[in-house]
T-cell receptor, first 110, second 115 residues
Framework: SQQGEEDPQALSIQEGENATMNCSYK?????LQWYRQNSGRGLVHLIL?????REKHSGRLRVTLDTSKKSSSLLITASRAADTASYFC??????????FGTGTRLQVTL | NAGVTQTPKFQVLKTGQSMTLQCAQD?????MYWYRQDPGMGLRLIYY???????DKGEVPNGYNVSRLNKREFSLRLESAAPSQTSVYFC??????????????FGAGSRLTVL
């Protein structure tokens, strides 16, 4: 069964706007990661946040983690057309196996 | 660095045929994984290998077998393909235990269609 569920399933914004996508998970985790997948390509790691961290930044990315609510959010600021992709959260619960959510499809239009 | 290389990129099979998806990584990673990706389902783990010489079932192992041939290579075999195995397959590797935790590096994917 899926550990993570992203929300919304799809998001369409204009270039320059911020994009926020959320991830909820079910069981305790060691860390949570976000990955990006461009159409027809493999997933690429974006950022990792550990269970004892609440917020992390990397360039235009900001990730928050609320372990009490079992949720995380990924904020992409000042979106660009090149940010168009699917975004997945992944949790590392047991045996170091990652479990992926169903993804958010982000469309950034000019 | 090539990273993770998967072959073939595309394959069409008839029901009942067999085939092997090949995966190789050149990052000296200990762990390797096979995922399948279906529309609306995200990625689901088929099998993984925590280290050379070991393999374990993931979430959806039925109909598949794997071989960790050496530290670099991890193959996925479909013995008798079924239409339900039509999917995009991704191989990934990671260096579990390293400071970066279990960060996966993915291959480009293999699109399999079973008629």
């Amino acid at each position: 069964s899926q550990q993570g569920e992203e929300d919304p399933q799809a998001l369409s914004i204009q270039e320059g706007e911020n994009a926020t996508m959320n991830c909820s998970y079910k069981t305790s985790i060691n860390n949570l990661q976000w990955y990006r997948q461009n159409s027809g390509r493999g997933l690429v790691h974006l950022i990792l946040i550990r269970s004892n961290e609440r917020e992390k930044h990397s360039g235009r990315l900001r990730v928050t983690l609320d372990t009490s609510k079992k949720s995380s959010s990924l904020l992409i600021t000042a979106s660009r057309a090149a940010d168009t992709a699917s975004y997945f959260c992944a949790t590392d619960g047991t045996a170091s196996k990652l479990t992926f959510g169903t993804g958010t499809r982000l469309q950034v239009t000019l | 660095n090539a990273g993770v290389t998967q072959t073939p990129k595309f394959q069409v099979l008839k029901t009942g045929q067999s085939m092997t998806l090949q995966c190789a990584q050149d990052m000296n990673h200990n762990s390797m994984y096979w995922y399948r990706q279906d529309p609306g389902m995200g990625l689901r783990l088929i099998y993984y290998s925590a280290s050379e010489g070991t393999t374990d079932k993931g979430e959806v192992p039925n109909g598949y077998n794997v071989s960790r041939l050496n530290k670099r290579e991890f193959s996925l075999r479909l013995e008798s393909a079924a239409p339900s195995q039509t999917s995009v397959y991704f191989c990934a590797s990671s260096d579990v235990g390293a400071p970066g935790a279990n960060v996966l590096t993915f291959g480009a994917g293999s699109r399999l269609t079973v008629l």
